[in-house]
């Protein structure tokens, strides 16, 4: 219900009488523009602070205050009003106004409700010497229930005449810009400023003249204020072009840690640019941002030449401008290899590049490429922002449209269903959308924090024989363009042939009998018992390495069209064997010329179920998922091999050995694994073996050797314990022939 006026009046004096001080309330004056004009008690003095009360509802109280006749051009006007209690029923408002009653600055409220107040500030620029101003302070109500007042805790009033620190001011203009004064540093023109954002929407501006072709590096910087509070706002900064338009921009994370932001650009306009400093108030208020007169921030600039020789003889940042060089010969000549020096100056740079790698019908080869980092130029700090630099390698997709690059692998080969990594599907199908032509990636590199000095920047890409010239495109490029360290890099890029894959897999070969098995559980040497190849392409596998650990060469999200080279041999089992078979394996892979090793390997097998057949006389046997192969790797942990109880720890141990040679590594199945091949599996005659590279250490090629053959069953293996068991033996069936009990394809 709604209180008639004169039983209000009377609560609130009640509600005066309770709060006020004991004895009497306390006194009320300065209720009027014209008593704080006249009156001795309503005028300020400068720099003195105030202390008076809103007493009642709807009081209010009026001051003025005379300004000096000697105000300069950097004069600003503080005043700060509050409260410091902890809490007040009165959300402070408070107008400054000229003495014709035109505000200085819209009037500001302290409208914390239930919160602790906060002071109420203006700091403004004010030059309008000897000006006598007015200040009208009361309560902002934001509650009817709630009282208005406080005649128990007073709040202060000060007002101050200062002094902006910024030596620039007033440079808030295009005309206004501080200019800056660039000196010869080294073949580098350098100039710098500072300046301070000291009141509510300030800005400030620096020029400085720039001509066509030059790189213009600018940076703003400023310290931390820690252990005082941070500044009122966020620094940011643009950079504007001669017609006033924005080339750049950039702002603070955090206004409490220290301020690094910087670009490089490449002029292609030349004229007077200006960096502009502001303040952004973190995007949560459409109110102008205050100023802090703490912080001092600093612009750099420094102009100086295109350091990329390819952008300076040309400009390579479009496909139709990339560096092309024509390789001649055949693989392996001294003139089958090329290398480019370019670097990422600027904001954005991409650098294209081109090898030509002309006809060579007769035989396989491959494409070697490597970045490497150098250690010249460098003539600024990079920029502050995280890199995220690629290299990626293309073919133009000729003969087909953009839709078959996207869905013919005879277009665009897609690394085994593009990979794993979800962001290459779209990296791969964006491209062979390319606007002037389709383009299939062939190989990515991508920077990772795992592999420093980018390790993992390195490829080795498959070219088949072809009867006429193929060009292979190579882009260095920063992810989303805002990086460049203005450092060097080296593209090298090499043509070598690949006698292995030419010569392709041999045919098919009887898997030899050991019976004597003196070498077990390695098979014997020699050219019965071994295969050969060599692994020259692709990232290989995974089977060990973690790449988000900086694991080996290859990057969490590196991708090859080809995945890996793959050589698959055929062996002819014993199919008149009734009984299981123990198979021998073992794997020995050369060290490259400096003693690295390449990779390792994994061997994918395909056996047939003789007692089954789908029509094309091989049914594969499936271990998971249909006709999925079973795959050896090797791996140093304990394992659990196929015979071993489910769930059991105690016979956990490891399935390969490792032998690290002087000019090889060889690494064998044990004992434990219980290798054995089923008399169905031996009845279907052929027992296929992919190897393929995995773990890649280095992309020089793997020259491997394959030892196998088959040998009696069960054998012998050593317990963890020191004790000895055997593989699992089958029974007798009814008719006295052996049962299997070989279940090899469970191996994990």
């Known amino acids: 219900m709604t209180l008639p006026p004169l039983i209000t009046r009377l609560l609130s004096l009640v509600l005066l009488a309770l709060t006020a001080c004991p004895g009497r309330e306390p006194a009320d004056s300065c209720n009027t523009r014209e008593e704080a004009l006249r009156s001795s008690e309503c005028r300020l003095t400068l720099g003195q602070s105030l202390e008076r009360h809103i007493s009642f509802e709807g009081d209010t109280d009026w001051y003025s205050v005379q300004l000096p006749a000697d105000l300069g051009p950097r004069s600003l006007l503080r005043v700060t009003a509050g409260y410091a209690a902890q809490s007040t029923a009165v959300n402070l408002s408070v107008s400054l106004l000229r003495e014709d009653g035109s505000e200085v ?64 001011e007033s440079n808030d203009t295009v005309d206004s810009a501080t200019p800056l004064v660039l000196t010869n540093q080294g073949g580098v023109r350098v100039g710098s400023a500072t300046g301070y954002l000291a009141t509510e929407g300030d800005v400030d501006r620096f020029a400085f003249d720039v001509p066509v072709g030059k790189i213009a590096y600018v940076r703003v910087t400023a310290p931390s204020l820690a252990p005082q509070p941070p500044p009122a706002y966020f620094l940011s900064y643009k950079l504007m072009r001669p017609d006033d338009s924005p080339e750049a921009e950039g702002r603070v994370h955090s206004n409490e840690l220290a301020a690094d932001l910087a670009t490089a650009r490449r002029v292609k306009v030349a004229g007077t640019w200006q960096v502009l400093v502001r303040a952004w108030n973190s995007g949560t208020s459409s109110a102008p941002p205050p100023g802090d007169m703490r912080l001092q921030y600093t612009v750099e600039v420094r102009v100086l030449d295109e350091g990329d020789p390819q952008d300076v003889s040309g400009d390579n940042d479009e496909l139709a401008r990339a560096r092309v060089v024509t390789l001649s010969g055949s693989p392996e000549a001294s003139t089958a290899k090329t290398s480019f020096t370019g670097r990422l100056g600027s904001v954005p740079d991409l650098d294209w590049y081109g090898v030509e790698v002309p006809s060579y019908s007769t035989a396989h080869s491959v494409l070697h490429y490597r970045l490497v980092p150098l250690s010249s130029g460098g003539r600024f700090p990079a920029l502050p922002e995280l890199p995220v630099r690629h290299v990626r390698v293309f073919t133009e997709v000729t003969g087909f449209s953009a839709a078959d690059c996207v869905s013919k692998a005879e277009a665009c080969p897609k690394g085994n269903g593009y990979g794993s990594d979800p962001n290459v599907t779209p990296l791969v199908n964006g491209w062979c959308n390319n606007k002037s032509t389709p383009l299939c990636l062939r190989s990515s590199r991508d920077e990772s924090e795992s592999f420093s000095s980018l390790r993992n920047f390195e490829g080795v890409l498959p070219v088949p024989p072809h009867t ?118 073992q794997w020995e892979v050369a060290h490259l010329p400096d003693g690295g090793t390449p990779h390792g390997l994994s061997l994918n097998l395909t056996l047939c179920d003789g007692e089954r057949t789908d029509g094309s006389g091989c049914t594969q046997v499936s271990t998971g998922s249909a006709g999925a192969p079973l795959t050896l790797a090797y791996r140093e942990e304990p394992l659990r091999a196929w015979h071993s109880p489910s769930g059991s720890q105690s016979d956990l141990q490891p399935l390969y050995s490792l032998e690290r040679g002087r000019s090889s590594t060889k690494v064998t199945v044990l004992p434990y694994a219980c290798a054995c091949l089923a008399p169905r599996f031996l009845r279907g005659g052929v027992l296929k073996v992919a190897v393929s590279g995995v773990d890649r250490t280095d992309y020089g090629a793997a020259d491997y050797t394959l030892r196998t053959a088959h040998t009696g069953y069960p054998k012998t293996y050593s317990r963890p314990d020191g004790s000895t068991a055997s593989c699992p033996i089958g029974g007798v069936s009814a008719d006295g022939g052996t049962v299997s009990v070989c279940d090899f394809t469970r191996q994990p």
Do not use: C, M
């Open 105 to 168: 600055a819209p009037r500001r409220v302290d409208a914390h409700g239930e919160g602790q107040p906060k002071p109420v500030e203006f700091l403004v620029p004010f030059t309008e010497s000897g000006a006598k101003l007015v200040l009208l302070l009361g309560d902002e109500p934001s509650n009817s229930s709630r009282p208005g007042y406080d005649s128990r805790n007073p709040y202060s009033l000060t007002v101050e005449v200062l002094e902006n620190p910024d030596a620039n």
């Open 468 to 585: 006429s010239s193929v060009r292979y495109y190579f882009l260095v490029q920063d992810e989303g363009s805002n990086w460049a360290d203005d450092r060097d890099y080296r593209l090298e890029v090499e043509w070598l042939s690949d006698a292995d894959e030419t010569a392709g897999p041999p045919s098919s070969k009887i898997l030899a009998r050991d019976d004597e098995a003196r070498t077990f559980p390695a098979p014997p040497t020699g050219v019965d018992y071994e295969v050969k190849g060599s692994i020259s392409y692709g990232l290989g596998q995974l089977v060990g390495n973690d790449p988000t650990k900086g694991q080996g060469v290859r990057g969490p999200a590196d991708y090859d069209a080809v995945t890996s080279d793959v050589d698959t041999f055929t062996f002819i089992l014993p199919s008149a064997e009734s009984v299981d078979r123990t198979w021998e394996v």
